[in-house]
């Protein structure tokens, strides 16, 4: 493919080196699964899934500003979340981060995730 470039920010810990945190790729920037993971530490937030989810977009926004774009530029969001997670916490993390012009938003629930990880965002952004 060409004009692809994968991106990998150092401000966010990273999954795995098996595949890169995003890719961008005709216009769009495509964010891998990302969990609320501490920058400092590489472990979950919190046990808390709100805080996860919070946790999750702050470190979407972060990979989205290395890439030269912004939380503002998404256009599509996947929320993967254990089951038995309230769905008004995914409302209310989605509309810190998406005031106005909120992207369209799929939220499946899952089997849970190792180490603790409750939540897992995927999104895609205009570059």
């Given at each position: 493919m060409n004009n692809r470039e994968n991106i990998n920010?150092?401000?966010?810990?990273?999954?795995?080196d098996a595949f890169p945190q995003a890719v961008m790729a005709g216009g769009f920037i495509f964010i891998s699964g990302t969990p609320g993971l501490?920058?400092?530490?590489?472990?979950?937030?919190?046990?808390?899934?709100?805080?996860?989810?919070?946790?999750?977009?702050?470190?979407?926004?972060?990979?989205?500003e290395d890439a030269g774009s912004g939380i503002e530029k998404v256009v599509k969001t996947t929320i993967?979340?254990?089951?038995?997670?309230?769905f008004s916490s995914i409302n209310t993390v989605y509309k810190e981060f998406f005031p106005e012009h909120?992207?369209?938003r799929s939220a499946p629930q899952v089997m849970p995730f190792p180490a603790g990880i409750l939540v897992?965002?995927?999104?895609?952004?205009?570059?």
């Open positions: 920010s150092s401000r966010v810990p990273r999954m795995s501490n920058p400092a530490t590489g472990q979950v937030v919190s046990a808390d899934f709100e805080q996860q989810l919070r946790q999750s977009f702050v470190n979407i926004k972060a990979i989205l993967f979340a254990v089951a038995g997670n309230d909120a992207p369209a897992s965002v995927e999104c895609i952004a205009q570059a």
